[in-house]
């Protein structure tokens, strides 16, 4: 019967919180674990964009559930050839949240992307040739995210940092230690968000 009520307790504190929702949006600077003859690979620059809900469940831990279309890639080198991959997700980040300070939040948690476009883009020798194979990557990419921002009225600038758990590429296993140097997301997100 503690357990009933406690849960109760917590329940009706979780709602006694206004939740909120907005749009957010800003820069992606992405690039990916390098594999054994990606010798020369550089980053990517690219976007982010989507709503998120903010629910507090007291007056310093929140969750922050989001959907949001992630352009996502790398830039490389491989002898004359210049490639640029383009990786677009829809990407389903939940945030847990924490505010020591007003205002000042820092948070972590995963995100579950899903593959909707790719384009690889080579150039050599005055010629392009761009290329899609959707394919040859992997439909599902799982990212931890670790950030802080600074919330203002209704907005908040915020980074976060997207570390990969899993294999862009189709071709190759995953394991968890990386010991195969697999092909994995990673980025830096820049950004602002707007409540409603």
Do not use: C
């Amino acid at each position: 019967m503690k357990k009933f009520f406690g849960l109760l307790g917590l329940a009706i504190a979780s709602v006694s919180y206004a939740q909120s929702f907005g749009v957010k949006g800003g820069l992606n600077i992405s690039t990916v674990s390098q594999e054994r003859e990606w010798s020369d690979s550089n980053s990517k620059l690219g976007y982010y964009a989507g709503v998120y809900m903010h629910a507090p469940v007291n007056n310093v831990f929140s969750i922050q559930p989001e959907l949001i279309y992630n352009n996502m890639g790398v830039k490389y080198d491989n002898g004359s050839t210049s490639h640029t991959l383009n990786l677009d997700y829809i990407a389903m980040p939940i945030m847990f949240q924490f505010e020591p300070i007003p205002k000042l939040y820092f948070e972590a948690g995963p995100q579950f992307g899903f593959l909707v476009g790719n384009k690889n883009k080579y150039e050599s020798n005055n010629k392009t040739i761009i290329e899609k194979d959707k394919d040859a990557y992997n439909q599902f990419d799982l990212n931890a995210g670790i950030g802080l921002g600074f919330r203002f009225n209704n907005m908040a600038i915020g980074a976060r940092y997207l570390i990969g758990f899993t294999d862009i590429k189709k071709s190759g296993s995953t394991s968890w230690s990386n010991s195969e140097k697999q092909l994995r997301n990673s980025g830096l997100q820049i950004g602002l968000q707007y409540g409603f």
